[in-house]
């Protein structure tokens, strides 16, 4: 019994050993987990960035609406000054002058428009200044592949980034990206691509108005892209098809890429092709298919690290084929370098042994907790 359990001992110990090793692995199933996570490009996007901000933006083609506020100050023949709200008509009342209509009136063109009114009244004898002061919230509905769909408030000037987000951002697998729309009054007046912003920063502005609906509509086309590229998302088509070049304008292959491989299923097989990367033009994608980059390049040497007493570079490179007899006869000995001494240590190996080792143990502590005692 206690040869088995100095047996143990030193099996731990060897175990031991490899506690490094075994924490590399782990992280490194960790990476590739990761990296194996399906994401969607653009998922970052709605992370609460946008839905926070509640500035008011000054825009020259705002279009003046109801419960806005308006400053007007008339001096000359005539002295007024006052802060005006838009009525439900869309108007606002000036003593002497009469109702100015403003609802729709671009604000960069007030001035004009209250100078005119103004003027068809006290000729040129009065002076007339007009400023947009302030704007009313407007209550936006947001719908569609959004994780909450409602009704929420903002201002005209807010863009449709801080709508969505407020939503909560766009479902994976669900909503779309590439086709969001917005209703007013049951008519389309409006077509998002939110990817142009994604890739070239082009939003385009957009003045909403109460009552607006903002539509994520359904994912209709995907491709699932993997490998050897800087961007390994789910990519959203917004075509049935699309070659592998046109694609690869999203994905950013790396340089190094020699070959891509596409799965695609069809009358419940899967299969899988090869490309080079040349074919990227002519070869088209579908909607569900996967496409994997890779780097396929043939090694003609091997890299080396040696460690100890010596007196050359760490690290050597070798053609392959080469015997260990020739890598001794390129390193340079130093007086008190040992040449009998020479290890050769292999991860592959390794890695066998320890599993060796771990079946070995395993298969001892079952015999060890079977077996009955001799003692009575």
């Keep these: 019994m206690k040869r088995i359990?100095?047996?143990l001992f030193l099996i731990e110990v060897l175990m031991g050993v490899d506690l490094v090793l075994d924490d590399n692995s782990n992280g490194d199933f960790t990476k590739k987990e990761l990296q194996n996570e399906k994401?969607?490009?653009g998922k970052r996007l709605f992370q609460g960035a946008f839905k926070d901000n509640r500035q008011l933006k000054y825009s020259p083609n705002y279009l003046i609406n109801i419960d806005d506020t308006v400053s007007?100050?008339?001096w000359g023949a005539y002295e007024y000054g006052a802060e005006l709200k838009v009525d439900s008509r869309g108007n606002v009342f000036i003593p002497k002058v009469g109702t100015v209509h403003l609802l729709g009136v671009n604000s960069q063109e007030l001035k004009d428009v209250v100078s005119k009114r103004v003027r068809s009244v006290f000729n040129k004898s009065v002076s007339v200044y007009a400023n947009l002061n302030s704007y009313q919230p407007i209550s936006i509905f947001v719908t569609g592949g959004v994780k909450?769909?409602?009704l929420?408030?903002?201002f005209s000037s807010d863009s449709v980034l801080q709508l969505i987000d407020k939503a909560g951002g766009i479902i994976d697998g669900e909503g779309s990206y590439r086709a969001v729309t917005v209703l007013r009054a049951d008519v389309l007046v409006k077509r998002f691509d939110l990817y142009k912003f994604l890739l070239d920063g082009k939003l385009g502005l957009f003045q909403f108005r109460s009552g607006d609906v903002v539509k994520v509509?359904?994912?209709q086309n995907r491709i699932e892209v993997t490998g050897e590229v800087r961007r390994p998302y789910i990519f959203e088509l917004n075509a049935e098809s699309v070659t592998v070049g046109e694609l690869m304008q999203f994905v950013?292959?790396?340089?190094?890429v020699t070959h891509f491989m596409i799965t695609h299923w069809s009358n419940g097989l899967e299969k899988v092709d090869k490309y080079p990367i040349g074919d990227k033009y002519r070869v088209f994608m579908k909607n569900?298919?996967?496409?994997?980059f890779i780097s396929d390049y043939l090694k003609d040497n091997l890299s080396i690290e040696i460690d100890g007493e010596h007196g050359n570079l760490h690290t050597m490179t070798l053609q392959k084929g080469t015997t260990l007899k020739s890598l001794l006869s390129n390193i340079i000995m130093t007086p008190i370098s040992d040449a009998s001494a020479v290890q050769l240590y292999r991860k592959s190996i390794a890695l066998r042994q320890k599993q060796l080792i771990s079946a070995n143990l395993r298969d001892l502590e079952a015999r060890v907790l079977t077996t009955g005692s001799s003692t009575t």
């Design 39 to 41: 994401i969607y490009f």
């Design 72 to 74: 007007i100050k008339l």
């Design 152 to 154: 929420y408030e903002g």
């Design 288 to 292: 569900g298919e996967k496409i994997h």
């Design 5 to 7: 359990l100095i047996f």
């Design 148 to 150: 909450k769909p409602g």
């Design 252 to 256: 950013l292959p790396k340089a190094n």
């Design 217 to 219: 509509d359904s994912l």
